[in-house]
């Protein structure tokens, strides 16, 4: 029970967190900033998806299965209640058993989504998740913000259960909050924030459980303009306190960063730098556990990379793997 209150207090407050270890890095550069950016997959306003979302994927959505732990047959009563207390009832939640015949069938105990909701108990796929965050971006360049699950309505609908359809690694400055970058409201995003956007093992953890069970099937790790952490890595220096872990952990990216040069005018070292950091804890999350490389190698779950530009508000992919 420890371990899963953990879990929804990650799901809920920023989560400050440093990831020590390092990681492989497979993904090639991007050789220019911004909307710019050649390996972007949609650099202009109207961020139109890319046909290249849908290739590998071994099976459709929805067929995920709930884990074994949350399985009715095989948990005990208690516990399982005591679960729900905590979290909720997730879109995995399992059919109940077939009523006795010659009785009327129990109302399952399941969320309830209105039709107003998000996406209802259907999985969202990452190729839609990523057409939602960029179609939401476009909403907040342009000024046109839905703000259409902020209302006491959708408060209502989401007190009932969580459908997150994505979830973003993005960093704590103030100036990146996902929910309004991405013109999503109450319940859309499970969001995981730290300093220049690192992970450590409660990061992946809170990541497993927006997984395995929210069925969340896209994580983008977002990163961004001018980034303080990237560029306290990059000009070195003394750092104390905890801070040090922070840096530790951006620089195997900024020194890549440095190596490849890939400085062009349209991104220097430093926006080089930032995307290195993002697709090198793409690839971390990629490898860090069995919850998440089963569904990446099986095609239901993408791990991408994107960069927001601090000026313009313009959010564009900056990794995006083919499996
Ligand atoms: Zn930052």
């Known amino acids: 029970m420890k371990v899963l209150k953990h879990i929804m207090a990650a799901s809920v407050f920023v989560i400050s967190t440093t990831f020590l270890a390092g990681a492989s890095e497979t993904a090639k550069e991007p050789e220019k900033g911004g909307a710019a950016d050649a390996h972007s997959v949609d650099h202009s306003p109207s961020h139109s998806e ?9 099976e459709k959505s929805g067929t995920k299965k709930p884990t074994a732990e949350f399985a009715h047959d095989i948990m005990p009563i208690d516990t399982e209640e005591k679960v729900k207390r905590i979290i909720g009832n997730s879109r995995h939640t399992p059919p109940k058993k077939k009523p006795v015949s010659h009785k009327k ?8 989504h209105t039709p ?28 046109t913000n839905s703000a259409a699950h902020r209302s006491a309505q959708r408060r209502t609908e989401v007190a009932k259960g969580q459908h997150p359809f994505a979830v973003i690694v993005g960093c704590s400055d103030s100036r990146v909050p996902p929910e309004i970058l991405f013109d999503q409201g109450m ?43 990237v560029d306290a890595t990059l000009k070195g220096g003394a750092v104390g306190g905890k801070l040090k872990s922070v840096i530790e952990a951006i620089k195997p990216a900024v020194e890549k960063a440095k190596a490849k040069n890939q400085v062009t005018h349209g991104c220097d ?19 860090s556990s069995p919850v998440l490389t089963d569904p990446i190698e099986n095609g239901i779950l993408r791990v991408v990379g994107a960069y927001y530009e601090l000026e313009s508000g313009v959010v564009s992919l900056t990794y995006k793997p083919v499996l």
Do not use: W
Request: glycine letters at 10%; charged letters at 25%; hydrophobic letters at 40%.
């Open 50 to 58: 890319p046909s290249s979302m849908k290739p590998g994927r071994k």
């Open 105 to 112: 069938a129990p109302a399952p105990v399941v969320a309830v």
């Open 116 to 143: 107003e909701s998000a996406h209802g108990s259907a999985p969202i796929d990452a190729e839609e998740a990523v057409k939602r965050l960029l179609d939401g971006n476009r909403r907040y360049i342009t000024g």
């Open 187 to 229: 319940g859309d995003l499970f969001v995981v924030r730290s300093a220049g956007n690192v992970i450590d093992d409660i990061a992946v953890g809170s990541i497993e459980y927006a997984v395995e069970h929210l069925g969340v099937q896209l994580i983008m790790v977002l990163g961004h303009e001018r980034c303080g952490a």
């Open 269 to 287: 070292l430093l926006c080089s730098s930032v995307k290195s950091n993002a697709r090198m804890v793409a690839e971390k999350l990629k490898k």
